[in-house]
């Protein structure tokens, strides 16, 4: 039992370790910073995705008085300005949403008396827009996903404890990468498209490569387990391909 305890305390630290890693490398990890202007901070977000229902808010947080700001939109050759307007704590920019899937450029100017600030510096970034995610959708798409991932790091540290449980941890394991990829990303798939109500999505749009290699890792793994050869060697193969696939999901 003692040893069973600490292996689950270790595989939640990894998973966190490893969550976090997978957060800030995300390519659509969104750009943040803060700097100061008379001895006060401001700070602005950047995001690169826009899950929301209405519209793209953006926001800027400061205290300083007499602060204004406004948003360059890039659209092939053709540039846009919005305006943000004052909140009790900053400022407010309000972008219309577009269809599942359109992508804008875009770059936040903030202006300070005679100063100009001008974020990112040389380029744009890119906001993708995608349909409206139900909290209950992505809630249960997380758990699952981070289920699966924690799953794979004990059943990788397993090894250790005499692969006593690894059969079962495979099962387990089998079993919810099914569903992600049966029922639950379909579902998410659909709603980021936009496509309820209103279109059917092409099968192809609502599987992910890495999550369906993940699945078929996990079955021919556990083949091969239950029938108790290499388990070391396939055990570490599913695993350390879990962990590296999960970062491209």
Known sequence: MKNEIILWLSSLAILFLLGYVISVTDADYPITGTFGIEGKKVSYKLDKVCYEEKSYKNLIISDIEGIEA??????????EEIAYKKIERGLECEIPKLVAGTRINYKVLIKYQDKIFEFPQKDFVTLTFWGHIPSPVKILFSILLYSGLLLTIRSLL????????????????????????????PLYGTYKLGALNHFVPPIGDLVNPFLLIILLLWIAGTILIFNKIYVRVVTIIISFGTIALFYFI
Do not use: D, W
């Open 70 to 79: 406004r948003i360059i939109l890039k659209n092939r050759n053709e540039q």
């Open 158 to 185: 397993e090894l250790f404890n005499y692969n006593r449980n690894l059969k079962k941890y495979a099962i387990i394991g089998c079993t919810l990468y099914i569903t992600l990829n049966t029922i639950v990303y």
